[in-house]
């Protein structure tokens, strides 16, 4: 009886009101959004690396400074910090 009400409800919910196209348009959505921000965060680091091994004196200042305030930091609050000033 149980297992009867859950496999209509999931018919019911998923298949014939067709909400599986929203999970599988945000699972695109979600791969979209990582594979650009892997590419755009490779770029932007290489560029950084560039910047800092030429020796400009700002860029070394400013990420010398990045690195310490981040390897300080344990994980969790920086992903906080991010979550919850930044965004």
Same mark, same amino acid.
């Given at each position: 009886?149980?297992? *009867?009400?859950?496999?209509?409800?999931?018919?019911?919910? /998923?298949? &014939?009101?067709?909400?599986?196209? =929203? @999970?599988? #348009?945000?699972?695109? *959505? *979600?791969?979209?959004?990582t594979?650009?921000?892997?590419i755009?965060?490779?770029i932007?680091?290489?560029?950084l690396?560039?910047?800092?091994?030429?020796? =400009? &004196?700002?860029? *070394?200042?400013?990420?010398d /400074?990045?690195?310490?305030?981040? #390897?300080?930091?344990? &994980?969790?609050v920086?992903?906080? $910090? @991010? $979550?919850? $000033?930044?965004?």
């Open positions: 009886n149980f297992f *009867t009400k859950l496999k209509n409800s999931f018919y019911n919910s /998923f298949i &014939f009101e067709k909400r599986y196209k =929203n @999970i599988i #348009d945000g699972f695109i *959505t *979600t791969l979209i959004i594979i650009f921000s892997a755009f965060g490779s932007l680091g290489v560029i690396y560039l910047l800092y091994r030429k020796g =400009n &004196f700002i860029v *070394t200042k400013i990420l /400074f990045y690195a310490y305030i981040v #390897d300080g930091l344990p &994980f969790l920086l992903l906080l $910090v @991010i $979550v919850f $000033v930044l965004a």
